[in-house]
């Protein structure tokens, strides 16, 4: 089993920035996984953020966050979201999730595997 464990979440003003975190932990995780955050606001189906691979060297984002967010693996088992210059539309839960396949960085929530619980990011006008 792969357990993913979010932090970072909070309540921010408009154009303000948040940084989230998530640590994979469990024996069935491998650091070859690709690491992503996907996010759902009220009401809306979960959406696809950002997502890399095993090494950092590839990278995709949604086109709403381009240029704002950032995505790092900061080491094998830990991947971070940079969210810059936040909007009310970013306000959703965020989460974090793992997809087994070597190789391939999709955007498809069915995709993947394994997923956290989730941390609020709230964007206050």
């Known amino acids: 089993q792969v357990r993913l464990v979010e932090s970072g979440g909070g309540l921010v003003q408009a154009g303000g920035s948040v940084r989230l975190s998530c640590a994979a932990s469990?024996?069935?995780?491998?650091?070859?996984?690709?690491m992503a955050w996907f996010r759902q606001a009220p009401g809306k189906e979960r959406e696809f953020v950002a997502a890399?691979?095993?090494?950092?060297?590839?990278t995709r984002y949604a086109d709403s966050v381009k240029g704002r967010f950032t995505i790092s693996r900061d080491n094998a088992n830990t991947v971070s979201l940079q969210m810059n210059s936040l909007k009310p539309e970013d306000t959703a839960v965020y989460y974090c999730?793992?997809?087994?396949?070597?190789?391939?960085?999709?955007?498809?929530?069915?995709?993947?595997?394994?997923w956290g619980q989730g941390t609020q990011v709230t964007v206050s006008s």
């Open positions: 999730a793992v997809d087994r396949r070597i190789g391939s960085v999709t955007t498809i929530h069915s995709d993947y595997d394994y």
């Open positions: 469990g024996r069935a995780f491998s650091p070859t996984y690709v």
């Open positions: 890399v691979n095993w090494n950092g060297g590839t």
